[in-house]
């Protein structure tokens, strides 16, 4: 056997790397990056400000409209059970007014002076001194240059048609004949309806000497949108009281007079205008800063009762006898 020559190819082979390379497969594309999310419009602060102090005025018109609507009547109810009872203690103490003078001034406003019954409604209504604005929100008004039911003369009680309890929405309902009940510090006396007048309606010929009636006055026309005065004419049906003193037709002041509004509250409105617009910037900035609920947790009552107030005192400059 040679020991030489070339080596067999198997030994040629050795160390060599046998294996099958296999070829990489392409990468699957790169999904695209998202799109970052639109960036938002940048706040104006003048708009948003504006929509708040603008949501704060409906809130407040809304409380306008609940004060003449809701809370008036509960004013109203209250009033007239604190006047009843004081009333009925002056009845009993015989102290009641029968007159519209008091030591030769005129009774203060507000003073109850009758109880006014109408069966037919079932209207019990504690009459007070006075027919302004303000003191019409109490109840029906006695007009101070006439005498007290009872008494000779004709004696006229103003009432409202809608707000604060509307007293005398239904009075022009009554028909003739209708029974109207009036208990003063002299006594009860009774009348009898005559019929209903509006404007432009002849006026009844005065009652002759020794006879008394009674007239009750109203709006007219729409609840909220009276256009001029409605009355009621009654004939008294029982003796006549003696009529002690008269009030001078200057001794009523203007705002007492039918349809007049209260001037005297331009003051106390501009005065809670002031506080509830201070109060509802600071309801906005609470907003800006703290945050949307807490805003809402303060402002509501706050606001509420300040709307409710001022609102109160705006329903003094309306008719007195809406």
Not at 256 to 284: F, H, N, Q, Y
């Amino acid at each position: 056997m040679r020991r030489g020559g070339t080596a067999p190819a198997h030994a040629a082979s050795e160390g060599k790397d046998t294996r099958v390379t296999v070829l990489d497969q392409p990468a699957p594309p790169l999904a695209p990056d998202p799109l970052p999310p639109p960036a938002a419009p940048p706040e104006r602060s003048g708009l948003v400000l504006a929509g708040q102090m603008l949501g704060i005025l409906g809130a407040v018109l809304l409380c306008f409209v609940a004060q003449l609507v809701l809370f008036g009547a509960l004013k109203h109810e209250r009033d007239q059970n604190t006047a009843y009872t004081d009333f009925r203690a002056r009845l009993a103490n015989a102290v009641a007014p029968v007159g519209g003078l008091a030591d030769g001034r005129l009774l203060a406003s507000g003073t109850p002076v009758a109880i006014l019954e109408i069966p037919r409604f079932g209207i019990q209504e504690v009459v007070s001194e006075g027919t302004s604005a303000r003191t019409l929100k109490s109840g029906p008004g006695h007009v101070r240059n006439t005498p007290l039911p009872g008494q000779p003369g004709t004696s006229v009680i103003y009432g409202r048609k809608a707000a604060y309890g509307g007293p005398f929405a239904m009075i022009d309902m009554l028909r003739s004949g209708d029974l109207i009940i009036v208990t003063t510090g002299q006594g009860e006396s009774r009348y009898s309806v005559q019929g209903v007048r509006r404007a432009n309606d002849k006026e009844r010929p005065a009652p002759g000497a020794g006879k008394g009636r009674l007239t009750l006055a109203t709006a007219d026309g729409s609840f909220f949108l009276p256009t001029d005065v409605l009355r009621v004419d009654a004939t008294l049906t029982t003796e006549v009281r003696e009529r002690p003193g008269s009030v001078p037709a200057f001794a009523v002041p203007d705002d007492e007079r039918a349809m007049a509004g209260d001037e005297s509250a331009l003051v106390p409105i501009a005065l809670w205008t002031l506080i509830l617009a201070a109060a509802a910037v600071a309801v906005v900035y609470v907003r800006q800063r703290v945050g949307r609920w807490h805003a809402w947790v303060i402002g509501i009552p706050v606001l509420g009762v300040l709307g409710v107030t001022l609102a109160d005192q705006a329903a003094a400059l309306l008719p007195n006898l809406m």
